[in-house]
């Protein structure tokens, strides 16, 4: 650092607060002191710098998988906002093991953090207990179901399928089958497969019990689907589906088996990952503000830190996309089909 100053022509504290304050000092003695840090390479010593402030500057985030890009592709907005504001992100994943998550959170807090970002509601007490016990600030985002806490950020996935499944019987719709993923340790599925109910209840819509399915969050799981539903001798006239991997997959397998979509049968998806736009026909699905989430949990996980965070939850919206994957019946079209 006093070499990076002499060669900045600046004092030492002068140089140190250009890197830990930007904002602090004029924008020609800034410059003068990042053009010195890149003539000589400078990186800062990370163990000297939390010694001296008590802090890491690094923020954990334990996330279900990685393996869909509904997470992955939220990864870069919450590390790129994390990154403006001087922290840097680890990441790591249970792979829906709710008693590995505890391992992967101990392992993160003993590397030294000063923040956790936990994804969904449902953790175990132990999950809790520890950041509770080493006072590690936390925040729950995705889902703002099944809390009370303050500090979370997300939506309602109750609400989005719920509207979801309002829009798909205003299509004409009432022989319907779901698709959801896992209910056990997850919010997000149960909340899910309530608000299609709800939908499916208020209009009298009964579902028989074998189009109501529960399959593994994956492009395999959907292909089980819709396999299921050719087993049972029938199909109904659109499958709603809780992830787009799920119907992503059943389109595939709609391919395979010789079934037409939409025209025997209707997908629609949650999520709107970026390859839902790029089926054919496009899946009409439910878009989850994934960028928007990373940047306000960026912001609140920062403020919760500096003890600056407001004492409620953010709820953000999500939007229905229409895309050629969901039709629209006419009245004599809604009777079941048989299919060999």
């Not at 003695?29 to 390479?41: E, F, N, S, W």
């Not at 030294?112 to 950041?131: E, K, P, S």
């Amino acid at each position: 650092m006093e070499d990076v100053a002499r060669e900045a022509g600046v004092s030492l504290g002068t140089a140190s607060k250009a890197l830990s304050s930007p904002d602090k000092v004029k924008p020609d003695t800034l410059k003068k002191v990042k053009d010195a840090v890149a003539r000589m390479g400078y990186v800062r010593n990370g163990v000297a710098r939390s010694l001296a402030s008590r802090k890491t500057w690094r923020v954990a985030v334990v996330y279900p998988t990685l393996k869909n890009p509904m997470f992955s592709n939220s990864i870069d907005s919450l590390q790129q906002s994390l990154l403006s504001m001087g922290y840097q992100l680890v990441i790591g994943s249970h792979e829906y093991n709710k008693k590995y998550e505890i391992k992967v959170l101990q392992a993160l807090v003993e590397s030294g953090i000063d923040g956790a970002i936990l994804v969904g509601t449902d953790h175990d007490d132990a999950v809790f207990q520890m950041l509770v016990r080493y006072e590690i600030p936390y925040l729950m985002m995705w889902s703002t179901d099944e809390t009370s806490y303050p500090h979370t950020v997300g939506f309602s996935n109750r609400r989005a399928a719920y509207e979801i499944a309002k829009h798909v019987i205003s299509c004409g719709h009432r022989q319907v089958a779901l698709c959801g993923g896992p209910e056990e340790n997850n919010e997000r599925s149960r909340q899910r497969r309530a608000g299609f109910l709800a939908a499916l209840e208020e209009e009298n819509i009964d579902i028989k019990a074998e189009w109501l399915i529960e399959t593994p969050f994956s492009l395999d799981g959907g292909r089980e689907v819709v396999k299921r539903l050719l087993a049972s001798g029938e199909l109904p006239t659109v499958l709603i589906c809780g992830t787009d991997l799920h119907a992503i997959g059943a389109m595939h397998q709609c391919q395979l088996s010789d079934i037409d979509v939409p025209g025997e049968l209707s997908i629609t998806g949650f999520d709107d990952i970026e390859f839902a736009s790029a089926m054919s026909p496009g899946l009409t699905t439910v878009r989850v503000p994934m960028h928007d989430i990373g940047i306000e949990v960026a912001r609140a996980i920062v403020a919760i830190i500096d003890n600056e965070a407001p004492v409620e939850a953010l709820e953000l919206e999500t939007v229905i996309i229409e895309r050629e994957s969901l039709r629209l019946l006419k009245n004599n079209e809604t009777d079941v089909k048989t299919k060999d």
